[in-house]
C-alpha cells in the first residue's frame, strides 16, 4: 500500500513542477506550434526513443497519424524505430550509434522535426540523430529528464521534466506528448 501511495505522489508532485513552471509549459507550447507549421508545409514529425521511450515515441506518433481526440485525416507522423528489418541490419552493420542518424540522413527534409525521447538526455543514437539533423536543416525537440543531458545543447526546443526518477519522467513525457497532440490536433484541424 506504501509503495502504491508513494508512486502516485511522486507522480502527482511532478506534474505539479511542471504545472508551476511557466517557461517549460511556453516551450510546451511552442513545440506545437512549431509541428503545426510544419505539418501545414508538407514536412513530417519523427519520433525516437530507446526501450520505454521508444514505446513512448510510437504511442505519441500513432496519435498523430490516426487520430487524437476526433475523427480526422491523418497527420505525417512516424516512430522511427518501427522497421525491424532496417533497425537490425543498421544495427548489425554499423552499430546500434548510427540507427538514427542514418535514417535521418536518408529520409528527412529541412524543415521536418525530428523529436528525441530519453530519461537521460545522453542517449548516443539520439544525440548522433541530433547532430546528423542540424546538418540537414531537422528541428529538433529533446525530451528528457532534469538536467536535459547532453541533449540540452544540441536541441531547438528541450522539454526537461523537472524530475532525475526515470518512471516519472516517462509518465511526464507522455503527458506532454499527449498536450502537444491536442493542441496540434486542434490547430490544424479546428472544429466549427
Not at 525491424?84 to 548510427?98: E, F, I, P, Q
Not at 524543415?111 to 531537422?138: P, Y
Request: charged share 20%; proline share 3%.
Amino acid at each position: 500500500m506504501d509503495t502504491v501511495i508513494r508512486s502516485i505522489e511522486q507522480s502527482i508532485n511532478t506534474k505539479q513542477a511542471i504545472l508551476h513552471n511557466a517557461e517549460l509549459i511556453e516551450r510546451i507550447e511552442a513545440v506545437a506550434d512549431v509541428m503545426v507549421k510544419a505539418l501545414r508545409e508538407g514536412k513530417r514529425i519523427l519520433w525516437c526513443g530507446n526501450g520505454g521511450s521508444a514505446a513512448d515515441a510510437q504511442h505519441l506518433a500513432a496519435e498523430l497519424s490516426g487520430r487524437f481526440y476526433y475523427d480526422r485525416p491523418p497527420l505525417n507522423s512516424e516512430a522511427m524505430h518501427c522497421n525491424t528489418s532496417y533497425l537490425t541490419a543498421v544495427a548489425n552493420d554499423y552499430g546500434y550509434d548510427l540507427i538514427y542518424s542514418r535514417m535521418i540522413d536518408g529520409a528527412c527534409k529541412p524543415g521536418d522535426v525530428l523529436v528525441g525521447i530519453s530519461t537521460s538526455g545522453n542517449s548516443v543514437n539520439i544525440c548522433n540523430a541530433f547532430r546528423k539533423a542540424k546538418e540537414l536543416g531537422v528541428i529538433t525537440v529533446a525530451m528528457t529528464g532534469e538536467t536535459g543531458g547532453k541533449m540540452k545543447e544540441m536541441a531547438d526546443y528541450l522539454l526537461n521534466v523537472p524530475s532525475t526518477d526515470t518512471p516519472r519522467i516517462q509518465e511526464s513525457h507522455i503527458m506532454l506528448g499527449h498536450i502537444i497532440c491536442e493542441i496540434v490536433e486542434a490547430k490544424m484541424f479546428p472544429r466549427v
